[in-house]
């Protein structure tokens, strides 16, 4: 089975192109963030762990983790995003191998795992081919504000904490740039899967 990493930067459509391969080539995506809140759910050693590291504090009244509360406290203190990252990504990549050995047992001939911190954490080099969406700052800053309801200075302070987006190009098989429209989007990222050797 062939593999493919797919990453971008914030506010660059890695989504959208994520749903575009599911709906329009039938390709099955594993999407890390759901394997995440998966590994973080209610009653899971991620969860555990978490709570042990951070306190009971990043967690709701329910007992479940609170996401925002706890993504604003690593923004805010490297150290602390640091240590999430030590408990969450080997459990991460450990339940996504298990899902892709799952679909090659299965059959299936390719499958996509999308991830936004592909490059950074060196996962993109367990793929076969790594697909990157690309966006200018510009179009990134104008999208995190309508999208998020973010002011400037937080769109800027999002853009800014993220590898710059030359460095993920470097490491991508093929790049996808998203500067226009949805239908756009959806033809550059099915010419680009056409670009791909399996």
């Given at each position: 089975?062939?593999?493919?990493?797919?990453?971008?930067?914030?506010?660059?459509?890695?989504?959208?192109?994520?749903?575009?391969?599911?709906?329009?080539?039938?390709?099955?995506?594993?999407?890390?963030?759901?394997?995440?809140?998966?590994?973080?759910?209610?009653?899971?050693?991620?969860?555990?762990?978490?709570?042990?590291?951070?306190?009971?504090?990043?967690?709701?009244?329910?007992?479940?983790?609170?996401?925002?509360?706890?993504?604003?406290?690593?923004?805010?203190?490297?150290?602390?995003?640091?240590?999430?990252?030590?408990i969450?990504?080997?459990?991460?990549?450990?339940?996504?191998?298990?899902?892709?050995?799952?679909l090659e047992?299965?059959?299936?001939?390719v499958?996509?795992?999308?991830?936004?911190?592909?490059?950074?954490?060196?996962?993109?080099?367990?793929?076969?081919?790594?697909?990157?969406?690309?966006?200018?700052?510009?179009?990134?800053?104008?999208?995190?504000?309508?999208?998020?309801?973010?002011?400037?200075?937080?769109?800027?302070?999002?853009?800014?904490?993220?590898?710059?987006?030359?460095?993920?190009?470097?490491?991508?098989?093929?790049?996808?740039?998203?500067?226009g429209?949805?239908?756009?989007?959806?033809?550059?990222?099915?010419?680009?899967?056409?670009?791909?050797?399996?």
């Open positions: 089975m062939k593999t493919v990493g797919l990453t971008g930067g914030i506010a660059c459509g890695k989504s959208t192109v994520a749903q575009v391969l599911r709906e329009d080539l039938h390709v099955t995506v594993i999407d890390a963030d759901q394997v995440a809140r998966d590994i973080t759910a209610l009653g899971s050693v991620g969860l555990a762990w978490i709570t042990e590291a951070f306190g009971s504090d990043v967690l709701t009244s329910d007992g479940v983790l609170d996401r925002k509360k706890l993504g604003s406290l690593v923004m805010q203190r490297p150290e602390r995003r640091k240590q999430l990252e030590a969450t990504h080997p459990l991460i990549r450990e339940e996504i191998s298990s899902r892709l050995n799952a047992a299965a059959g299936a001939a499958a996509v795992v999308e991830a936004a911190l592909m490059v950074e954490t060196g996962s993109a080099q367990l793929y076969d081919h790594l697909i990157v969406v690309s966006a200018s700052r510009a179009a990134q800053l104008a999208r995190l504000k309508s999208r998020n309801g973010f002011d400037g200075e937080e769109a800027e302070r999002w853009v800014d904490s993220q590898m710059p987006m030359a460095e993920k190009e470097a490491a991508a098989t093929v790049v996808i740039h998203n500067e429209s949805l239908l756009a989007l959806r033809t550059a990222t099915l010419a680009a899967w056409g670009q791909l050797d399996f």
